[in-house]
T-cell receptor
Framework: AQSVTQLDSQVPVFEEAPVELRCNYSSSVSVYLFWYVQYPNQGLQLLLK??????LVKGINGFEAEFNKSQTSFHLRKPSVHISDTAEYFC????????????FGAGTTVTVRA | DGGITQSPKYLFRKEGQNVTLSCEQN?????MYWYRQDPGQGLRLIYY???????QKGDIAEGYSVSREKKESFPLTVTSAQKNPTAFYLC??????????????FGAGSRLTVL
């Protein structure tokens, strides 16, 4: 099973500033990669996914992520955040041959301040 | 609108009691999953089911049980054998694909507190 590391547990950021959330995973075998967002006391909502093809993936709400196979990373970025982006963000990985089991990182809490 | 309904949203339990969390989906998804979320630990897989009347243990199945008698329903029972049951529980579902990723759709969660 994959091991997923989100390098920052808390990221404070000012409104309209850029943000980057870092995610590394353990194995370089063929993988599927996901970012989910969770607002307080709610379930998870899919932001974006990488299955194959272009390494730059665009998602909802202006987020994008870049898959780097050699560095086994899948960092999430947004060029200008809003107050409404305050939430917890989870990186998740599955092996392409065993994609019923999704491994999640510990999460990164983003707090956007005015 | 299609989606996943979890109930109850909040639940309190005394030590030694079993409790069952409900999960219903109307997405016609084949697979269903239960995850446990604890602060700073992300999500951990408890059980999953790909087909009716069949399910598999995840990474932390001890102290939990499930059933899958209907395609749309996947209840989770937290038994008295679970040593630390206070947590946020998330149910999810996905279409099973012959090729390509199974993208999970999540319910809103159930927060269980043991008093």
């Amino acid at each position: 099973a994959q091991s997923v590391t989100q390098l920052d547990s808390q990221v404070p950021v000012f409104e309209e500033a850029p943000v980057e959330l870092r995610c590394n995973y353990s194995s370089s075998v063929s993988v599927y990669l996901f970012w989910y967002v969770q607002y307080p006391n709610q379930g998870l909502q899919l932001l974006l996914k990488y299955l194959s093809g272009s390494t730059l993936v665009k998602g909802i709400n202006g987020f994008e992520a870049e898959f780097n196979k050699s560095q086994t990373s899948f960092h999430l970025r947004k060029p200008s955040v809003h107050i409404s982006d305050t939430a917890e963000y989870f990186c998740a990985v599955s092996d392409a041959g065993d994609d019923y089991k999704l491994s999640f990182g510990a999460g990164t809490t983003v707090t956007v301040r005015a | 609108d299609g989606g996943i309904t979890q109930s109850p949203k909040y639940l309190f339990r005394k030590e030694g009691q079993n409790v069952t969390l409900s999960c219903e989906q109307n997405l016609n998804h084949d697979a269903m999953y239960w995850y446990r979320q604890d602060p700073g630990q992300g999500l951990r897989l408890i059980y999953y089911s790909q087909i009716v009347n069949d399910f598999q243990k995840g990474d932390i199945a001890e102290g939990y049980s499930v059933s899958r008698e209907k395609k749309e329903s996947f209840p989770l029972t937290v038994t008295s054998a679970q040593k630390n049951p206070t947590a946020f529980y998330l149910c999810a579902s996905s279409i099973l694909r012959a090729a390509g990723a199974n993208v999970l759709t999540f319910g809103a969660g159930s927060r269980l507190t043991v008093l």
